[in-house]
Every structure is written in structure tokens, then in C-alpha cells.
């Protein structure tokens, strides 16, 4: 009985995940149609992608293409912390825990993913490269925790 209340509870917490992990972003949403997982992903791979190339004269575009990305991420983060809230009552302690647990580790990814963010917006001409790649190794590793996550639950 208890196994499958655990059962339960994990298949339901998974769930959860699942389309918090996989739902269709606001920032990106140009539309009323769904935009798929995979549109997400290759989006925030193409604003990488363009980070990567942007020279220190093109800080500005630069800088808007971090905001969006790091804004898709919050509205990401955000909706997976409410659909674990609205299912907080029905998950058994372990559930409860692996799942506050995943949400302070993508804030904290995020949180240094804005640290980077910043330095883009305010580095010296000299230090824009080391800037601009601290960025994006910080906001794939932001991106990967979020593909981790997926696969797991």
C-alpha cells in the first residue's frame, strides 16, 4: 500500500516536472500556438549561438539577447515552482525534497548566470571576451541543469 502511494506520488511529481521543464516559455511565445520543447531549446541555443559571435561593438544586441534568454529561464523556473506548489499536499516527504532541492540549484545556476549577465552590460572593451564567455559557460550549465533535470524525472 505504501509503495504504491510512493508510487503514485513519484509518477505524479515526474509529471510535474515533465511539463514544468517542457512548457512553452512566455518571453519566446510570439504567438496563441504552442511552441514545442524542442523550438524552446533550439531558440536558446540560437541566442547562444549569437552571444558567442557578438563583437564588444555590438554589446547592446549582445545584452538583449542575454535578457531574453535569462528571462526565458525565470518564467521556466517560475512556472515549475508553481506546479510544484499546487502539488505540494500530495507529495510524500522525499518528493517534497528532491524537489525544493532542484529549484535552489537552477536558482543558484541562475543566479550566476545574472552575475555574468551584469558584467556583459558594465565589462571595459578589454574585458568583453572573458565576460561574454563566463556568460555562456554559466548559462549552459543553467541550461543543462534544466535538460538534467528533464531526463531524470
Given at each position: 500500500?505504501?509503495?504504491?502511494?510512493?508510487?503514485?506520488?513519484?509518477?505524479?511529481?515526474?509529471?510535474?516536472?515533465?511539463?514544468?521543464?517542457?512548457s512553452?516559455?512566455?518571453?519566446?511565445?510570439?504567438?496563441?500556438?504552442?511552441?514545442?520543447?524542442?523550438?524552446v531549446?533550439?531558440?536558446?541555443?540560437?541566442?547562444?549561438?549569437?552571444?558567442?559571435?557578438?563583437?564588444?561593438?555590438?554589446?547592446?544586441?549582445?545584452?538583449?539577447?542575454?535578457?531574453?534568454?535569462?528571462?526565458?529561464?525565470?518564467?521556466?523556473?517560475?512556472?515549475?515552482?508553481?506546479?510544484?506548489?499546487?502539488?505540494?499536499?500530495?507529495?510524500d516527504?522525499?518528493?517534497?525534497?528532491?524537489?525544493?532541492?532542484?529549484?535552489?540549484?537552477?536558482?543558484?545556476?541562475?543566479?550566476?548566470?545574472?552575475?555574468?549577465?551584469?558584467?556583459?552590460?558594465?565589462?571595459?572593451?578589454?574585458?568583453?571576451?572573458?565576460?561574454?564567455?563566463?556568460?555562456?559557460?554559466?548559462?549552459?550549465?543553467?541550461?543543462?541543469?534544466?535538460?538534467?533535470?528533464?531526463?531524470?524525472?
Amino acid at each position: 500500500m505504501k509503495t504504491q502511494k510512493l508510487r503514485k506520488t513519484s509518477l505524479m511529481f515526474i509529471t510535474v516536472i515533465f511539463f514544468a521543464i517542457g512548457s512553452v516559455s512566455f518571453a519566446t511565445q510570439t504567438s496563441t500556438h504552442e511552441t514545442s520543447t524542442k523550438d524552446v531549446k533550439e531558440n536558446v541555443v540560437d541566442a547562444a549561438q549569437a552571444i558567442k559571435n557578438y563583437s564588444v561593438n555590438q554589446r547592446d544586441e549582445a545584452v538583449k539577447k542575454a535578457k531574453v534568454a535569462l528571462d526565458d529561464l525565470d518564467v521556466r523556473i517560475d512556472s515549475m515552482e508553481s506546479q510544484i506548489n499546487k502539488k505540494w499536499h500530495q507529495m510524500d516527504q522525499s518528493s517534497r525534497k528532491k524537489s525544493r532541492d532542484t529549484l535552489t540549484a537552477l536558482r543558484k545556476k541562475r543566479n550566476e548566470a545574472a552575475e555574468w549577465y551584469g558584467g556583459l552590460k558594465h565589462s571595459s572593451n578589454n574585458a568583453w571576451e572573458d565576460v561574454k564567455k563566463g556568460f555562456l559557460k554559466s548559462y549552459r550549465e543553467l541550461r543543462d541543469s534544466f535538460d538534467k533535470a528533464h531526463s531524470e524525472f
